[in-house]
Structure formats: structure tokens, C-alpha cells
């Protein structure tokens, strides 16, 4: 009887440092991945679009023309929105890890890093990525999503009320809502929210995601007792309770 192949998964790397590239590509793929590396943003999107699909990227911070972070937040915004990243950089300045996690990455390593680490985060990222049963995809690509009195607006990243008036939300805020509405009325336990919020940050374990859901509460006026929103399934996690619909 024949078996078929586990399918490796695709690693896109995207460092102008061409050792970097030839390193990462001949560790990754040594170790079960698949590996293509280019060394610029212009690069990256040709790849995304010819050459995928990727089951991650990793993304040099300081690339020559358009820097990480805008490529980042333009995938992000995209149709590959759901890519994982991991960010790399030289600098280990803690604003840039903060402001890359901002952006949408996954994940964050200075350089010099050790293979054998990144290959580590490299997993980590994906399983979480995956936790997630496969019917449960992305509920709407439109740029705002309407659920009840309120719009999110997903490019300035900020809520909209009935009258109109902006409420501003934090990084890890924006990320944790939108999971919601791109799962709306569906339950998803602690463990699921911790993977799709992304990120490494201090803040996200479990017992950060009740405090970002009651701080979500907030924004959305909501009542912590009796929310009309985001309730509590006992035992289970949380649920949105709203029908979500796009807006252009």
C-alpha cells in the first residue's frame, strides 16, 4: 500500500543578506521545509503572487526600499491576510518588537539569532496558526465590518458608533475583536484566542485575554453582567453574539 507524503510546509524568506538566505534556506529545507528567499519587498510581492502558496514568511525588518513593517501591515490588509510572520531585525530595540507585533507579525527575533531558534519559533507559530478547525475561516474581507450599533473600521484600525463618534483601540485590542467578528457565533476557547491574536507580548496569556475582552466590553459600552456583545460561555471561553456583516 502506498502512502502519500506529508506536505511540507512553504517558508518564504525575504533578507537583502544574501549569506542569510543561502543559510536559512539550506537549515530550513535540511529540516522537512520548503524554502524560497528574495531579498527585497518588490521581490516578496512577485513571490506571494507567483510562487505560493506560502504557509509563512519571514521578513527582515531593514530592507532597502519599503522596510518590513509596511510590508507587514500590507499583508495584513490583504489577501494573505492570514499568513504568518516572523519578523527579523538587527536591532533589538524594544519599540521596533513592539511596532512590528503592532504591524500584524507573529513573532519577533533579533539578529544574530541561532537556525535551530528560529526553526523552533518557525513551528510554534504555525501550530498556533493552525489551532483552529479548517471550516472556520475569515468571515468577511470588506474594509469595515458592521456587527450591531458598531463599525470596525479595519484600516484605521478603530470602532465607529451609531452617531458616528470614533473610539480608538490598542494594538492587541483591534486584534482580539477582529478574531471575533472573523468568527462570529462561534464559541472559541482561551487556547484558540491566544493563537489568533498573534504575537509573543507579556500581555497575551490566558489570563490576559479576560482582561482584553473586559476591556473590549468597554469600548463597546457594553455590560460586563448581562454583555450584548461578547458573552461567556462557562467552561468554553467566549462567543460573539452578533451577525457580522461588510461595508465598503
Not at 494573505?80 to 521596533?96: N, S, W
Request: hydrophobic share 40%; net charge neutral.
Amino acid at each position: 500500500m502506498q502512502t502519500t507524503a506529508p506536505t511540507q510546509d512553504h517558508v518564504l524568506i525575504v533578507d537583502d543578506d544574501r549569506e542569510i538566505r543561502e543559510l536559512l534556506t539550506t537549515y530550513l529545507t535540511r529540516n522537512g521545509l520548503r524554502a524560497t528567499a528574495v531579498p527585497t519587498g518588490r521581490h516578496m510581492r512577485i513571490a506571494m503572487e507567483t510562487g505560493g502558496p506560502f504557509d509563512l514568511v519571514i521578513l527582515d525588518l531593514m530592507l532597502p526600499g519599503e522596510d518590513g513593517l509596511s510590508l507587514c501591515r500590507d499583508l495584513r490588509a490583504g489577501r494573505h491576510k492570514a499568513t504568518p510572520v516572523i519578523m527579523l531585525t538587527a536591532r533589538g530595540d524594544e519599540a521596533d518588537r513592539i511596532l512590528g507585533l503592532e504591524m500584524g507579525a507573529d513573532d519577533y527575533l533579533a539578529k544574530p539569532f541561532a537556525a535551530r531558534e528560529l526553526l523552533a519559533r518557525i513551528k510554534s507559530v504555525l501550530r498556533r496558526a493552525r489551532m483552529l478547525p479548517p471550516n472556520m475561516r475569515a468571515s468577511d474581507e470588506s474594509p469595515r465590518l458592521s456587527f450591531g450599533d458598531w463599525v470596525l473600521d479595519t484600516i484605521e484600525r478603530h470602532l465607529v458608533d451609531a452617531q458616528g463618534t470614533v473610539v480608538p483601540l490598542s494594538g492587541a485590542e483591534y486584534r482580539l475583536l477582529r478574531v471575533f467578528l472573523d468568527h462570529p457565533q462561534r464559541v472559541l476557547s482561551r487556547d484558540q484566542l491566544l493563537g489568533l491574536t498573534q504575537g509573543r507580548e507579556a500581555e497575551l496569556f490566558e489570563r490576559s485575554i479576560d482582561l482584553l475582552v473586559s476591556r473590549i466590553r468597554q469600548r463597546l459600552r457594553d455590560d460586563a453582567r448581562e454583555p450584548k456583545y461578547i458573552k461567556t460561555v462557562r467552561s468554553e471561553g467566549y462567543v460573539l453574539s452578533m451577525a457580522v456583516e461588510g461595508r465598503d
